[in-house]
């Protein structure tokens, strides 16, 4: 069954780097566009980044800019995400997120809390 399982979430300092995962099975990662994306209590969900299929060009929101890193591991068949110097209004649950063409596929989420 198609599955995307996010994973790597915590609680950290501000300042400090965590790297999330988003394994993915029942499909190939290396066919899709894959996107990050965070929702925080109360608020909307956003965009975080994205990276092409294949694997190439990234794209980030100004937010994030300078601080994350997309990146692919098409023979793990798993997406990461690199936070560093996290503040604390990165605090949220993130999303990983799959597309091509028709298909939308979404993570169930982890919970990222940047706290001192």
């Known amino acids: 069954q198609v599955q995307l399982v996010e994973s790597g979430g915590g609680l950290v300092q501000p300042g400090g780097s965590l790297r999330l995962s988003c394994a993915a099975s029942g499909f190939t990662i290396s066919s899709y566009a894959m996107s990050w994306y965070r929702q925080a209590p109360g608020k909307e969900r956003e965009f975080v980044g994205a990276i092409v299929i294949g694997g190439g060009s990234t794209n980030y929101a100004d937010s994030v800019k300078g601080r994350f890193t997309i990146s692919r591991d098409n023979a793990k068949n798993t997406v990461y995400l690199q936070m560093n110097g996290l503040k604390p209004e990165d605090t949220a649950v993130y999303y990983c997120?799959?597309?091509?063409?028709?298909?939308?596929?979404w993570g169930q989420g982890t919970q990222v809390t940047v706290s001192s």
């Open positions: 997120n799959a597309v091509k063409f028709l298909h939308h596929y």
